[in-house]
């Protein structure tokens, strides 16, 4: 079988997992006999030795001191939180529920950062009397926390998280530059800092989001590099020294034909420059890298069973038990503007030679119920598997699990 350029990055997804018997293993086991051992499909499985791999090959490129944070709405599993807890040096949390997940998991208070529009003031109580780390991103905050400080006699620990007058280019989704829902405008960051002074809450830095899913590493450097000019500048009008300056991520994982891996290396050597930089420039801190998809996103699969194989007007319809309502992404549906085909693969025919060329949909009933579409696949027949790559991330808590009422999935770690 040659293998023409457009499928590579398929294929560089399924190289992570082994095939044995003409299966895809998946933590050490062919994936039907771990679909019994899961007792149902459709699941995700994550393996944890691929979860290990890719944090060490991060800590690998970035400087010694820089801190590696997990953002864990990429992945909330509680047991993969569990797992990237002991292994990153900060877990990052978008609300009160993945706060008691981190917590749970073993983080330490210190090292937890917890950011997002719209706290609610049950959530930043949560939050003072955790002593995690606040991102503030309103003016409304700092009223909020200083109430709440006073009344649990405990100042709360604050950084501020800062809209910036930049974006990161070429970024699946900007989170910063120009007008946003996130973060307080570095233009009003003057009288955000005094009032912050004021209401003498624990000052400890600054957090900078540009942007999500970005394969082009010299605009990830460029970002990073406008972040920390811009904290250095800012930090002269803080209260207090800074202790964290959280540089933001940002780091992609390629999806679809032509996408190029991420290289690392630059990023590390730019981070390495920075660190130096921040030891005599911001003495007291830290530098500190989130990290979502990068971390969680290749690690994970999507399992699903074929249900049906039916043929309308010359196309074949591979009709599976799972879809949009687990894998919203996968189908499309979560942010692409033109709909594209994760890398999907037969799991219990990897070795077979007979190809067609096939849709894979779900049991729901809507359109945008699809998996793959008319991809390349081997021949499958009701009862096979079919698998959905780069699946760790963004996956089953980011799906409407209860649209059309089916089943639920599993999600397991192996
Ligand atoms: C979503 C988010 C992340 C994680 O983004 P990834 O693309 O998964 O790495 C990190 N930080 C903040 C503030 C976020 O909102």
Not at 58 to 83: D, E, Q, T
Not at 270 to 287: D, G, H, I, Y
Request: hydrophobic share 45%; net charge neutral; proline share 5%.
């Amino acid at each position: 079988m040659s293998l023409t350029e457009r499928q590579l990055p398929v294929h560089a997804a399924m190289n992570q997992f082994s095939v044995r018997e003409g299966e895809l293993v998946v933590g050490g086991d062919r994936l039907s006999l771990l679909a019994e051992r899961v007792g149902q499909t459709p699941f995700y499985a994550y393996d944890r030795a691929l979860l290990r791999g890719r944090v060490a090959t991060v800590r690998a490129a970035l400087p010694a001191g820089v801190k590696l944070h997990y953002a864990m709405k990429a992945n909330p599993m509680p047991a993969v939180v569990g797992l990237m807890a002991g292994l990153v040096d900060g877990i990052d949390v978008a609300s009160a529920g993945e706060l008691k997940v981190a917590l749970d998991a073993g983080a330490n208070p210190q090292e937890v950062s917890f950011a997002g529009p719209g706290k609610r003031r049950a959530e930043l109580r949560q939050a003072v009397a955790s002593r995690v780390l606040i991102n503030i991103e309103s003016f409304r905050e700092v009223v909020a926390l200083e109430a709440i400080s006073s009344e649990l006699g405990l100042p709360a620990r604050v950084a501020v998280r800062v809209n910036p007058d930049f974006e990161l280019k070429g970024s699946g989704m900007k989170m910063g530059g120009g007008p946003k829902q996130f973060g307080v405008d570095v233009e009003q960051m003057p009288e955000l800092l005094a009032d912050i002074g004021r209401a003498g809450l624990a000052f400890e830095g600054f957090h900078l989001f540009a942007g999500s899913q970005n394969l082009r590493s010299e605009s990830i450097c460029e970002a990073q590099q406008k972040s920390y000019e811009l904290a250095l500048r800012l930090a002269q009008d803080a209260p207090l020294p800074v202790r964290f300056l959280n540089l933001g991520g940002g780091f992609g994982i390629p999806y679809f034909p032509g996408e190029q891996r991420l290289d690392l290396g630059p990023i590390g050597d730019n981070l390495a420059r920075l660190a130096q930089r921040a030891q005599t420039e911001l003495p007291e801190s830290s530098l500190v890298i989130e990290l979502g998809r990068y971390l969680v996103g290749e690690a994970g699969v999507y399992v699903t069973r074929i249900v049906d194989r039916k043929i309308s007007r010359g196309q074949v319809y591979l009709v599976a038990d799972g879809g949009l309502h687990h894998h919203l992404s996968a189908s499309g549906n979560f942010g692409q503007v033109v709909r594209k085909n994760y890398p999907v693969a037969i799991g219990t025919r990897m070795d077979a030679l007979a190809k067609e060329t096939c849709s894979v949909v779900g049991p729901l009933c809507t359109p945008l119920d699809l998996l793959a579409d008319r991809m390349s696949l081997s021949v499958a027949q009701v009862g096979d598997l079919a698998v959905v790559f780069q699946s760790g991330a963004y996956g089953a808590s980011a799906s409407p699990q209860g649209f059309l009422g089916h089943p639920a999935c599993v999600e397991v770690i192996v």
